[in-house]
């Protein structure tokens, strides 16, 4: 994505210049009103929500699906993570998973959607295909990580400031409709539809790579519904992605509005877990080091990937993790003596921010092959699970060779070794999200219970969390529709597609 970066960097600086006139210091500040017409256009508009929607899911989701996969732990000498090593749940904790998407990545995207050039010489229809691409994505989430959500009434402002919350099912078969219909309207764009090119800081335009992208996703959500009982649907489904012909990624999807070595506007993960603009540590990053079961798994299992997702130890020159707990010994368990985040996943300040990494896709559809869904039969399910382990290797920058790890015969990283494919596909998995898309690796450890034997912290009851709680400002400004629930939901309570 580099080259399509640069080629439009002259495009997001000009951007920036506009929107600095009236703006704060944040990125892509359009207005403190961004629906008034006058003010704001589709154009100024979607950079300010992709750029949202990118750092939600690549900072705070990406953090809590690391730390509940058990990737990451906290040194001995800090404090931090307490509420996360203790699996408190509770309605205050994270609550920006859920209110973000709706009090600004929905509130833009629906602008868009609803905007209307006065002049009816310009048309959007580009823009609005994105725009349900990201709520798509953003939609799956909220019904896996929470189940029932606002939908058919959400997004009205001031129209409706309680609405109503639909049901879980009915909404991700409401999303997989959207997409396959934006995707008919991307491949049928009218001539005069203008092309959203430097507006879009994640495929600069280009709309093929948008119907790819919405394909994935879609495959994704259907490869949810595997243990349902609805593999009729499914393959009805994927008949429809097959049929516009434009397949799933063939690149890792990522953002990047050229971003920059000031303050707001470095790469949403480097500043979060990385370093400032002064290039001193962040906190999180001196207090998040390595797990000891994944060092000891990527150890065991020969994986090259350990130099890449974690770092050296600073005092002991080696690749150590350590459990997750609020009460650890000092000494031989501080940030000096553990491994850090490793220079595979904090790049650089200008680093692409990744969202859907190409290792997922291609792990999405071998399991696909291997349940039926996709034609092929287990040396078509293979080729595609060897070449997401090599995306893998690429995305984190990897000089060994892929070939020389999954040709080794061990379960769950040779095909031929793994008697359950699937466990090998998921496992797999988790390897390649550690550190960018872990949210997802804990909704298909939901999914399929692999990996089937990850610890849980010491001051934990022991149970892994399946799912959020809807945070306390719903109680309090939409209390008659939130539906009810107890601190013992976030372990018992399932999503729909959990048969």
Not at 230 to 241: F, R, T
Not at 436 to 462: A, C, H, K, Q, Y
Request: proline share 6%.
């Amino acid at each position: 994505m580099k080259n399509v970066y640069k080629s439009i960097k002259n495009g997001f600086i000009l951007i920036a210049l506009i929107l600095s006139t009236s703006c704060s210091d944040s990125f892509f500040d359009v207005n403190e009103n961004p629906n008034d017409p006058p003010v704001s256009t589709p154009g100024l508009t979607l950079p300010v929500a992709q750029n949202t929607f990118a750092s939600l899911n690549g900072t705070t989701m990406t953090y809590l699906g690391n730390m509940v996969m058990y990737n990451w732990a906290t040194p001995s000498n800090w404090s931090a993570n307490g509420q996360l090593f203790r699996y408190q749940f509770t309605n205050s904790f994270n609550n920006s998973v859920f209110t973000t998407p709706y009090g600004s990545i929905f509130k833009d995207l629906t602008y868009i959607q609803g905007y209307e050039d006065p002049t009816g010489a310009v048309d959007y229809t580009a823009y609005k295909v994105i725009a349900q691409v990201i709520k798509g994505f953003q939609y799956q989430y909220l019904v896996d990580l929470y189940g029932d959500v606002p939908f058919t009434e959400a997004n009205k402002r001031a129209e409706n400031t309680t609405p109503k919350y639909d049901d879980s099912e009915t909404i991700y078969k409401s999303v997989i409709d959207s997409l396959t219909i934006y995707s008919e309207k991307a491949l049928n764009l009218p001539e005069i539809a203008e092309n959203p090119e430097s507006s879009d800081i994640i495929f600069g335009g280009n709309m093929e790579q948008w119907i790819q992208f919405a394909n994935t996703i879609k495959l994704r959500m259907l490869i949810r519904l595997s243990n349902t009982g609805q593999d009729a649907y499914i393959k009805q489904q994927i008949d429809l992605i097959n049929a516009n012909g434009m397949g799933y990624i063939t690149e890792d999807v990522v953002a990047n509005p050229n971003y920059s070595k000031d303050t707001n506007k470095q790469s949403p993960f480097w500043n979060y877990a990385g370093y400032n603009t002064s290039d001193a540590e962040q906190d999180r990053h001196d207090y998040t080091v390595a797990s000891d079961y994944t060092i000891d798994y990527l150890t065991t299992t020969n994986d090259p990937r350990i130099g890449y997702l974690y770092s050296a130890s600073e005092d002991g020159g080696e690749f150590k993790g350590v459990w997750q707990s609020t009460e650890l010994p000092g000494e031989g368990f501080t940030s000096g003596d553990l491994s850090k985040i490793g220079v595979g996943l904090l790049k650089s300040f200008d680093q692409d921010q990744p969202i859907m990494l190409l290792s997922e896709a291609l792990f999405l559809q071998a399991e696909a092959v291997v349940r039926g869904y996709l034609p092929g039969g287990a040396g078509e399910a293979q080729d595609l699970y060897e070449k997401a382990i090599t995306a893998s290797f690429d995305y984190l920058g990897v000089a060994e060779s892929p070939s020389d790890y999954y040709n080794q015969n061990i379960p769950n990283v040779s095909w031929n070794a793994s008697t359950d494919k699937i466990q090998a596909i998921i496992v797999q998995k988790w390897i390649a999200l550690n550190g960018t898309s872990s949210i997802e690796s804990w909704m298909e450890w939901v999914r399929t219970g692999f990996p089937n034997n990850l610890p849980t912290p010491d001051d934990s009851d022991g149970v892994r969390p399946v799912r959020l709680l809807y945070p306390t400002s719903e109680y309090s400004t939409n209390g008659d529709n939130v539906p009810p629930s107890s601190i013992n939901d976030a372990f018992t309570k399932y999503p729909f597609w959990k048969q």
